[in-house]
């Protein structure tokens, strides 16, 4: 294999990279205890009246008369299905809102169109605990299944290293979402799941590399490895990144109300799961003792191990033995 051509020092930043994000995890945890997220109605529990309309639903219309309606300001309104079918969530409960719930919504859409009210469910309060405590522990199961996948397809020290760059981007995009009071309902969770499978990806192809290059003769440097990884790897993750965020860009742009606050947290999660994965994931395997002439040590032992097993298998077969 020739030598990279273009090599970037990514590992002379180490240590100021990883001060910087230290600083940065602090300010996120303080965030988060002096500021609570902002729960949806998936978590916390409220009203939810399916409405389809005979032509295709005006959404904004529908957003406007529902803000001006005592205990619907603020309501969520998403499509359902197909565009003349809607979905209205209001976090106030049924019992709440006094009189009949659906009088209140057709005498508040009276004048968006002609429709008929199909449903009007309540989402108690016991069953947003429960939800939630069913986001928190699959975001906690995905992350223990990261440690072992990567522990059984490395080592260990790999394995809590990708741990750790995934809780921190998971960290970090949540205090994202608490700093801009996003609703926080079952889509982000979702999105939060599908940046800590995004950066996972990311920090993968970056260790293969690198142990892929700590298995060449002339590497004998950690740093100078991590250098050459990262640089093999620049040009795949920030295509890759670009693409990605075009294509969110664009749902956030034309995907209308109900999809901007999925959009935005995909957007934030995209950038900060690319530069972890340049700039902290690989940094994090030094402070751990990972080291290229023990990995090429190791490497040339379990070789030795199957070659002997192999010449053994062969004077088996063979009837020597």
Known sequence: MQPYSRIYPFAKWQKPILVVIIGIVIATIALLFLKSPNYGIDFTGGTVIQVRYQNDAPQEAIRAALEVTEGFDGAQVQEFG???????????????????VGDRIRDALKDTGDFEIRKVDMVGSKVGEQLRAAGTMAVVVSLIGILIYITLRFEWRFGVAAALCAIHDILLTVGFVVLLQIPVNLDILAALLTVLGYSLNDTIVVFDRIREIMGKPGASQLSETIDEAISRTLSRTTLTSLTTLFVVFATYL???????????????GIII??????????????????SVSEWKARAAKTAQEKAEKARIRALYERGAI
């Open 273 to 290: 799961g690319t530069l972890s994965s340049i700039f902290f994931a690989a940094s994090l395997l030094s402070p751990f003792g990972v």
């Open 82 to 100: 197909n565009p003349n079918e809607i979905v209205i969530k209001a976090s106030a409960m049924t019992s709440s809102l006094g009189s009949d």
């Open 254 to 268: 034309f995907g209308g109300e109900a999809l901007k606050p999925l959009s935005l947290v995909l957007i934030a």
